[in-house]
């Protein structure tokens, strides 16, 4: 075994889990199981992960419309802050 240093934020955060664990799986879990538990869960869907980071169909045409509004909403700022 070796020892790692985590801030204390980190370290409540990680019994709040562990202890969430043991209530879910009814016995005694310690730091490494409840690590172990959390590295498992990111690498279980990692197909999910991919579709999710995937660009939208769309995607660009929304981004040109958010710029173009953009624009227009500048254009009306000006003119009312203008003398």
């Given at each position: 075994?070796?020892?790692?240093?985590?801030?204390?934020?980190?370290?409540?955060?990680?019994?709040?889990?562990?202890?969430?664990?043991q209530?879910r799986?009814?016995?005694?879990?310690?730091?490494?199981?409840?690590?172990?538990?959390?590295?498992?869960?990111?690498?279980?869907?990692?197909?999910?992960?991919?579709?999710?980071?995937?660009?939208?169909?769309?995607?660009?045409?929304?981004?040109?419309?958010?710029?173009e509004?953009?624009?227009?909403?500048?254009?009306?700022?000006?003119?009312?802050?203008?003398?």
């Amino acid at each position: 075994m070796s020892t790692i240093s985590i801030k204390e934020d980190v370290k409540e955060e990680l019994l709040k889990f562990a202890s969430e664990l043991q209530i879910r799986l009814r016995r005694r879990v310690d730091y490494n199981e409840a690590i172990h538990h959390l590295l498992m869960r990111r690498r279980r869907h990692p197909a999910l992960l991919k579709e999710a980071c995937a660009p939208m169909s769309g995607a660009e045409d929304a981004r040109r419309a958010l710029v173009e509004e953009r624009r227009r909403d500048e254009g009306r700022a000006e003119r009312r802050l203008r003398p």
